[in-house]
């Protein structure tokens, strides 16, 4: 950890947003921002050293990196995904890591208004006629949203938010979800998806990327689905069977789709997309970009930068992605003692018996446990010996003790 005058250092990669930057330095960080990600031996050659490593999806965290990163706190994915970082391995040596859960969940949201709206007019039709040099001014098979019944299957972060945008275009809105969720406005709960899609003109997923979901969205299903209605999917690509899809779109049973998301996406930009979903009239196909605006980037700099500061600072771990979310609020005076460690029964018990045997007043404490990390924050009164934190930092279970303020 550094001294009293040497500043904690964050190494950002990836061109993270000027937003995270700022915030860091205002806070005392020294950052170095490099518009690139970095490979294992140029990672591992600079990160001794570094408290705070941001990355967004093109570097690869491993644990031999982990294992050179000696100073290491927590990893910032500036980003949604967490694919890129072995969590297990970052848990196990006591870095955090942190991400962006819910910064572009807007974005995704006003990509489906859009797009609802625009299938509803038939506009890419209107718009591929007017480019061909063809006037097709008619009013044939273009409505209104407004009035029209909007059926959202996963009702989380996106399905929610899309609710109340689509109640205030005059659409009624119905859900479906497995978990328990509250109705928003006016929006009703299905009990099943069969009901959702029996009173359903659009038809939208939300939901998220479990295995289960796999195939979620199929033949049967598309089957069901009104006559002449609409179908929206910017979840995940494995939700959906595009061939079935094809199928009901050319026989006239839909009246048309957007996609965002794909079985199979391209590696790189530039490379050819390959579907089953090209070529069709009123289906909307875009490259995964339902989050991806400038708004959402600066959100994710401001999230992950104030995720990964109140970590150093307070030992909060609310949603990190990797070690037991704990948060407590900061102590008014005193210390703070973060222990994180190998789950195993009677850890609790011994770190205070070991403040016990010491006369340490405990004035705060919490335990959170997730797999095979337990995480626990505890607010000590200003009396403490070196002794203590030996003892502490010593126990065969102990991954990493920090005494903050
Ligand atoms: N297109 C993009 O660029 C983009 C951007 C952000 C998020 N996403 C994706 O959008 C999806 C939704 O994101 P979110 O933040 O709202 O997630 P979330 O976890 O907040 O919500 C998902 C909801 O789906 C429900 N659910 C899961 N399986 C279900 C099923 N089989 N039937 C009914 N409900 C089910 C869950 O209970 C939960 O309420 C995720 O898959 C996410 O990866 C895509």
């Known amino acids: 950890m550094s001294s009293a005058t040497e500043p904690l250092r964050a190494l950002l990669l990836e061109s993270i947003h000027s937003d995270a930057v700022a915030s860091l330095e205002k806070n005392g960080y020294a950052v170095e921002l490099l518009d690139r990600a970095l490979d294992e031996d140029e990672l591992i050659a600079r990160v001794a050293g570094v408290h705070i490593l941001g990355i967004r999806s093109k570097t690869t965290i491993t644990d031999a990196v982990l294992a050179a990163a000696t100073d290491l706190l927590a990893v910032g994915a500036f980003c949604i995904g967490t694919n890129q970082i072995d969590l297990s391995a970052a848990a196990q040596r006591g870095v955090a890591v942190f991400n962006a859960p819910f910064s572009n969940t807007r974005s995704v949201v006003e990509l489906v208004v859009a797009e609802l709206i625009a299938l509803t007019r038939r506009l890419m039709e209107k718009n591929s006629s007017m480019h061909a040099g063809v006037w097709d001014k ?11 019944r909007l059926g959202i299957v996963g009702y989380g972060n996106i399905g929610s938010q899309l609710s109340v945008l689509a109640e205030s275009l005059g659409m009624s809105v119905f859900f479906y979800d497995t978990a328990d969720k509250l109705a928003l406005g006016n929006a009703r709960r299905c009990a099943s998806m069969e009901e959702l899609l029996a009173v359903s003109d659009v038809v939208t997923l939300h939901v998220d990327g479990r295995p ?27 939700v959906v069977d595009h061939g079935a899809l094809r199928k009901h779109i050319e026989s006239g049973h839909l009246a048309g789709a957007a996609i965002d998301v794909f079985p199979q996406e391209p590696k790189g930009r530039g490379d050819e997309f390959v579907s089953e979903l090209r070529g069709l009239p009123n289906v909307i196909i875009t490259p995964h970009i339902g989050g991806s605006t400038e708004e959402a980037q600066q959100d994710i700099g401001q999230f992950v930068a104030g995720k990964l500061q109140d970590f150093v600072a307070t030992g909060n771990t609310a949603l990190s992605v990797n070690v037991p979310a704990v948060s407590l609020p900061a102590p008014a005076a005193g210390h703070r003692l973060t222990h994180l460690h190998r789950n195993t029964p009677g850890v609790l018990a011994t770190i205070n018996g070991i403040l016990a045997d010491h006369d340490v007043n405990i004035e705060g404490q919490l335990l959170g446990t997730r797999g095979e990390i337990g995480y626990v924050i505890t607010d000590i009164g200003t009396q403490y010996t070196t002794d203590v934190l030996e003892q502490l930092r010593a126990l065969p279970n102990t991954v990493r003790l920090r005494l903050l303020s």
Do not use: Q
């Not at 008619?138 to 029209?148: I, K, L, N």
């Not at 199929?218 to 494995?238: H, K, V």
């Open 138 to 148: 008619s009013a044939e098979g273009a409505h209104e949203v407004r009035g029209r």
């Open 212 to 238: 289960g979901n796999s195939g979620l969205f199929g033949e049967a299903e598309f089957a069901r689905m009104r006559p002449g209605s609409l179908f929206l999917n910017l979840s995940r690509g494995f």
